[in-house]
């Protein structure tokens, strides 16, 4: 079946509960989070990590990566920052993910016939180069797996380097109404692995089937 007839028959099928209406309004005006996650379909923050409706802002782009004064996250931010409730600390998170196509092309090089993709890896540059590096310093240029993993980890921090130095965040981190997170999900397993600030190492923050039974963005405690 042609793939919007399917999408359209699975919608049909969807049932929307009574109070769907009305729960929906009640958390028009909540924002608590906003989130940055890669665009690929295995990963869905609203159904895997359990955000309401209308809880967060979420961002998608390829690979989750965020650029130097990247407005569309700024943009993002001054919203979450100026939305209800002020009184509550705003979290602010970025998920990479294992098994990311973007990362790995960002491994493997891409040819001219790709100049799309060419183009965006290009922001990654700077991070490839130093995992590359530290690769042939430490001889395991030919672990793909581990190299993966590096760029995981270096593509996040300099993604959450990326919006630290924004102005508004740095202000809204002063003034005690935001936290920055870091998390790499695992889309074998949907564990979360959270960056820890100090250590920039991942450690095991929470599965996304436990987060699923009602745990909330907030609760992480950074
Ligand atoms: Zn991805």
């Known amino acids: 079946m042609d793939f919007m007839n399917e999408l359209l028959l699975r919608n049909q099928l969807k049932l929307i509960p009574e109070s769907g209406a009305q729960k929906q309004q009640a958390h028009q005006l909540h924002r608590r989070a906003g989130y940055c996650g890669c665009c690929d379909a295995r990963l869905d923050p609203v159904s895997d990590i359990k955000i309401e409706q209308g809880e967060a802002f979420i961002e998608r782009p390829p690979g989750a990566v965020v650029l130097p004064q990247d407005d569309s996250v700024g943009l993002m931010l001054e919203l979450l920052l100026d939305s209800p409730p002020l009184d509550e600390v705003k979290h602010f998170i970025i998920a990479v993910h294992t098994d990311c196509a973007v990362l790995k092309a960002c491994r493997d090089g891409c040819g001219d016939d790709k100049p799309h993709t060419k183009r965006y890896l290009k922001?990654?540059?700077?991070?490839?180069?130093?995992?590359?590096?530290?690769?042939?310093?430490q001889g395991w240029t030919g672990d793909k797996e581990r190299i993966l993993k590096e760029l995981e980890k270096e593509s996040l921090l300099q993604s959450i380097d990326n919006v630290l130095a924004l102005p508004v965040v740095q202000k809204a981190i002063a003034e005690g109404k935001l936290k920055v997170h870091g998390w790499l999900?695992?889309?074998?397993?949907?564990?979360?692995?959270?960056?820890?600030?100090?250590?920039?190492?991942?450690?095991?923050?929470?599965t996304m089937q436990e987060a699923a039974k009602g745990l909330n963005v907030s609760s992480n405690g950074r």
């Open 123 to 137: 922001r990654l540059d700077e991070v490839r180069t130093k995992v590359m590096g530290k690769a042939e310093a």
């Open 185 to 206: 999900l695992d889309t074998a397993t949907r564990a979360i692995y959270a960056m820890n600030p100090e250590t920039r190492e991942f450690e095991l923050w929470v």
